[in-house]
């Protein structure tokens, strides 16, 4: 047991004699979350060894959440818990997706001693909490989406981080965050790793510290400003800012979403190859370097009577791709172009976006909704062996997701979803794409 695990479990202990008290137990909710997930993912090209060419997993997993209330006093204390299970329903080493040594995992599930797929996975995340005025701590296991650290919740289990976190809400308006992360579990893991970033040697160079703080000012209604700064130790500096704002003009609702994200290094970045980013560095032997990134994009949405309209522009200027927290077992970044199948961040790259959806709910189907998004990045230059393997090259993705929730009778809250996308580009040593989820999902109160 960890030394983080541990700090909680006594803590825990110590709440365990104060459970009785009014608010801990009264104000406790506990839900168990299913979700069936399947996924195929083909790579087009050939030339490639079988695994690498086409995965396909299905399994059904289990996510039990409990939320405690707080003891009563001046300072109170509550726990939360989830449980996670992943359970192999279909897979097989031809299609697990593990072609190499180096990856954490395969397509959906952690890979065994014999390159096949788990027969099932679990974990057990404990965080405990303290809460005083509008201010409140929380140590253990975490889930933040934030600009600079998100998790991901795009498989069958969703990705946790281990660290504490301080939320404070003390001021009208405006919230203060601030926290720092030591460990990550991947959404195929049941094992907390250290931190990366994409580019880095796998397992080789990592960080156990992440330190982030920012905060969200509501200036209106309608207006939202925010900055935050993130570091991960011997990797990156991240600062951002943010502008969101909605606007009534006529029938519908203009809504205006606007970042800023300066990426510098941090420590071995600067010299040590094992922690280098990639990028189009044309000195190096393999195109990588330091961090060193300029990342601007603005996204605009119009809604109206269930339609939404969107268009926006990206611009990742730099020697280095845009970086986040990624060990290469799936991860999220806070990008207007953090897609299905891929990011759109790569050093120099400019993309431009179209996206429509429709919510059924005004044609008297609620529930059902349905949309589409179009990517399309160029200027992407890259190096291998110290010589321009891609000169001004693009890539292109679709993606098309159509979800129903039922609203009534027996089954109400039964969430049935289709996620379909499609990858195209023509950068050196890199694979087209095609892509299918199909998901079902259910919640069920427990507390």
Same mark, same amino acid.
């Given at each position: ?10 803590? /825990?202990?110590?709440?365990? *004699?104060?459970? %009785?008290? &009014? ?6 909710? &506990? ?13 087009? #090209? ?28 001046? /300072?109170?204390? %509550? ?32 890979? =065994? ?5 788990? +027969?099932?996975? !679990? ?56 926290? *720092? ?7 195929? !893991? ?16 990592? !960080? ?7 905060? #969200? ?20 500096? *991240?600062?951002?800012?943010?502008? /969101? ?11 205006? #979403? ?21 990028? =189009?560095?044309?000195?190096? /032997?393999? %195109? ?28 990742? +200027?730099?020697?280095? #791709? ?17 897609? *299905?199948?891929?990011?759109? %961040? ?10 429509? !959806? ?19 990045? =160029?200027?992407? =230059? ?8 891609? +000169? ?28 379909? &996308? ?26």
């Amino acid at each position: 047991m960890n030394k983080s695990t541990l700090a909680v479990a006594v803590a /825990v202990g110590l709440l365990a *004699q104060q459970a %009785g008290a &009014a608010g801990f137990i009264e104000d406790s909710k &506990a839900t168990l979350k299913l979700r069936n997930f399947y996924i195929n993912n083909d790579n087009r #090209d050939s030339g490639t060894p079988k695994n690498a060419s086409y995965q396909e997993e299905w399994g059904q997993g289990f996510q039990l959440d409990f939320t405690s209330g707080f003891t009563q006093g001046t /300072v109170g204390f %509550g726990v939360d818990a989830i449980g996670l299970l992943g359970v192999r329903l279909d897979s097989g080493k031809g299609r697990h997706g593990n072609p190499t040594s180096s990856n954490y995992g395969g397509t959906v599930f952690p890979t =065994d001693s014999d390159g096949r797929a788990v +027969n099932d996975f !679990s974990s057990l995340g404990l965080t405990a909490k303290a809460k005083i005025s509008q201010t409140e701590l929380r140590y253990g296991t975490l889930m933040p989406k934030l600009p600079v650290i998100s998790y991901n919740d795009g498989r069958l289990l969703p990705q946790t981080f281990e660290g504490g976190q301080i939320t404070s809400n003390e001021f009208k308006d405006l919230t203060l965050i601030g926290g *720092q992360i030591e460990h990550v579990k991947g959404r195929n !893991s049941s094992n907390n790793e250290q931190m990366s970033i994409g580019g880095a040697s796998a397992r080789t160079a990592n !960080s156990n510290k992440f330190i982030y703080a920012g905060g #969200d000012y509501k200036v209106t209604k309608d207006l939202l400003l925010q900055y935050y700064y993130g570091n991960l130790d011997k990797f990156y500096k *991240q600062n951002f800012l943010g502008l /969101v704002h909605n606007w009534s003009i006529g029938p519908g609702v203009l809504k205006t #979403d606007l970042r800023y994200f300066n990426s510098r290094d941090d420590g071995k970045n600067a010299y040590d190859p094992a922690y280098f980013s990639n990028g =189009d560095y044309s000195s190096s /032997v393999n %195109g990588k370097g330091k961090v060193s990134n300029n990342l601007y994009s603005g996204l605009f949405l119009y809604t109206v009577e269930g339609h939404t309209f969107g268009g926006g522009y990206q611009v990742s +200027n730099g020697s280095s #791709d845009f970086p986040w927290l990624n060990q290469g077992d799936g991860s999220s970044n806070y990008t207007i172009t953090d897609m *299905q199948i891929q990011k759109f %961040g790569r050093a120099g790259e400019r993309t431009w976006q179209a996206r429509y !959806s429709y919510d059924f709910a005004k044609v008297g189907v609620p529930g059902l909704t349905a949309g589409a998004v179009y990517l399309r990045g =160029d200027n992407i =230059d890259t190096y291998s062996g110290g010589k321009q393997t891609s +000169n001004g090259a693009s890539e292109w993705e679709r993606d098309i997701t159509v979800a129903y929730v039922v609203q009534e009778g027996p089954l109400k809250n039964l969430g049935l979803m289709w996620k379909n &996308a499609m990858w195209r580009n023509d950068i050196a040593n890199q694979r087209d794409q095609d892509e299918n989820r199909l998901i079902v999902s259910y919640s069920i109160p427990l507390l």
